[in-house]
């Protein structure tokens, strides 16, 4: 039997996740699950670029695991670990650090973008290497394939030319990585710009029927149409993408009745709310669970830990001996 491909792929622990997490990548890490080898990594170190304090990072964790898990990872096939309890992320992180010059981290647009809208004056020596070390990670479990949401293909590309540079300088030890990303990988926020946590433009995975549909009404439509009766843009409004993801069967009416304006806004949003709850059904069946037997999802992750623990020892022993050392 070939050897399966494998996925790495990961998020940083920075709260709940919403539907741009689940539609951006969860979705297309479960729907790989079986055809390759997954393994999904909670980037706790990663988190630290950003914010150093730490009194959250384990339940951030914790919490995201949960939404993983509810969104359908299978824990029996895909390992699921934090990047902290596997030195050997920090060790390889080490190696590669002498891979890539600091005017090629510079150029890196992820972190242009950070810099911007965080209005920072000054990037750590660690933040400049964020995308070394998530080199680390994907490498470390010899990953072929990284589902990402867009913002992380510039990353992947440094991924990529690390792989090479170690191939070239020492031995053929590493894949160079794919980024796939998802057909929906821009599902914009409720207000139409870049659903984020910090704006509060998103739906959480773990909102209610009410809080969801709360949520909904709240959604920016477009601004010509003022009442039901006016003529609508439907490519222009960010209910019409989410009809397009969460009930496609009604779309060509829902067009037909946003641009006649013979549908109004608000029935409109409400139909799109209910088709959101329906879709997120099996997750919140899955969430109920796992929160009512806590000690099953920590023992999911210190088995994750112990088999990401076994492959990346593997791949640390295969570096050495290509580079001579150890
Ligand atoms: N940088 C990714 C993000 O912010 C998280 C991440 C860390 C990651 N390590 C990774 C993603 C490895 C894919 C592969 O979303």
């Known amino acids: 039997m070939a050897k399966k491909k494998v996925i790495l792929s990961g998020m940083r622990p920075t709260g709940k996740l919403h539907l741009g997490h689940l539609v951006g990548a969860l979705e297309n890490w479960v729907a790989l699950q079986g055809e390759y080898q997954n393994y999904h990594l909670i980037a706790d170190y990663h988190a630290l670029t950003t914010d150093q304090r730490t009194e959250n990072i384990y339940k951030n964790s914790i919490d995201m695991l949960v939404d993983w898990l509810a969104a359908g990872l299978d824990p029996k096939q895909s390992p699921m670990f934090r ?8 060790e390889l992180h080490l190696i590669f650090s002498m891979l890539v010059t600091t005017a090629r981290l510079e150029r890196n647009p992820t972190l242009k973008e950070q810099v911007r809208d965080l209005e920072m004056e000054n990037v750590a020596y660690g933040h400049l290497g964020y995308p070394v070390l998530q080199a680390a990670d994907i490498l470390l479990y010899k990953g072929d394939v990284v589902p990402v949401g867009e913002d992380q293909l510039p990353h992947i590309e440094i991924t990529r030319e690390i792989a090479r540079r170690f191939n070239t300088l020492y031995k053929p030890v590493f894949p160079e990585p794919e980024g796939k990303i998802t057909k929906f990988a821009r599902l914009p926020g409720l207000d139409g710009k870049r659903m984020s946590k910090s704006v509060g433009n998103t739906i959480l995975l773990s909102g209610s029927q009410d809080a969801i549909t709360k949520k909904m009404r709240t959604a920016v439509t477009d601004p010509q149409k003022l009442r039901k009766g006016d003529k609508g843009r439907p490519d222009i409004c960010l209910v019409f993408a989410y009809h397009n993801k969460f009930n496609p069967a009604e779309v060509p009416e829902i067009r037909a009745g946003c641009e006649s304006g013979a549908l109004g806004c608000l029935d409109c949003k409400m139909n799109c709310a209910k088709h959101i709850v329906d879709a997120l059904a099996p997750n919140r069946e899955k969430r109920a669970y796992y929160e009512q037997h806590p000690e099953e999802v920590t023992d999911i992750l210190a088995d994750g830990e112990q088999r990401a623990l076994k492959v990346a ?14």
């Open 313 to 326: 020892q593997q791949t640390m022993s295969e570096v050495h001996s290509a580079m001579g050392i150890g």
């Open 83 to 90: 990047q902290s309890q596997i030195k050997q992320h920090t």
